[in-house]
């Protein structure tokens, strides 16, 4: 049957496992132009309705260094639903496609498109996830602490797709994740309930950001107003300015802690030049890792 990575809870804790550990070997391979490649023959299609830097050019590279090619398809190709139903888009692009990755708004839109297509279908961000985010970023976290187990987290700022994201990881590997968000930015309700019994992870939203970070072995943030939100962009910044992660936020969290960002940043504004600049910032390897964590993605949704 053929496997779709819409969240990061379509993969079990031990396929997250192997897939990090098949995203180093990967990198390693690519680093010494040996890079795999399982998808010759194959095509991709990059469904963007929003705009991309890391995932588009991740996606497009790593797909042509595993041998394949790809299709950029945008909103004058597909309206999702409006031109044509979800359902025949999805019977369509299964007849050219190997594997359908997307970028949207809607996630049960994607959810959607992932039930009747009969080739994989990967999620390259909706408003409610971004799991090859939290790939890219597993695998930098495990190159630069050796372990992904029993970490402290702290993710900052607004309860977005990257918050749940987070929420969702935590259900497959065991940490301490801890959101420092104030109570009008909170992550999905139903994501957080559902993580929290899930009973791996000690999980919890803090209002109090010195109390967020404190002992944290990662601090993590993302733009306060996502795609589609730029509205809202006041809004936020009221809500999250004790939020930001500036030098004397990160003196709370433990010494050797990394500073992690999904990337694009508002500098100055979640996070100051000073710490996205600095020692502890990891943020330019979580973006090449993009390129790796999803190259394992896909081989092993294509293999
Ligand atoms: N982090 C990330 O997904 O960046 P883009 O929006 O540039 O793809
Ligand atoms: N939360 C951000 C992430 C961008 C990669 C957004 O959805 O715009």
Redesign the pocket.
Known sequence: MKRDFLSETDFSSEEIRSALALAIEVKAKTKRGQCPTPMKGMVAALIFHKPSLRTRCSFEVGVRQLGGGTVYITDAEIELGKRESIHDVALVMSRYFDVICIRTFGHASVEELARHASVPVVNM?TDLL?PC?LMGDMQTILEHKGRIDGLSVTYLGDG???ANSWINMASRIPMKLRIGTSPDTMPDAKILAAAKKAGLSEISVVHDPVAAVDGADVIYT??WA??GQKDKAAEKQKALQAFQINAALVAKAKKDAIVMH???AERGREITDEVMDGPQSVVFDQAENRLHAQKAVLIKLLA
């Open positions: 961000l971004h985010q977005n797709n990257l993302d733009v996502s795609m999904c990337l694009p």
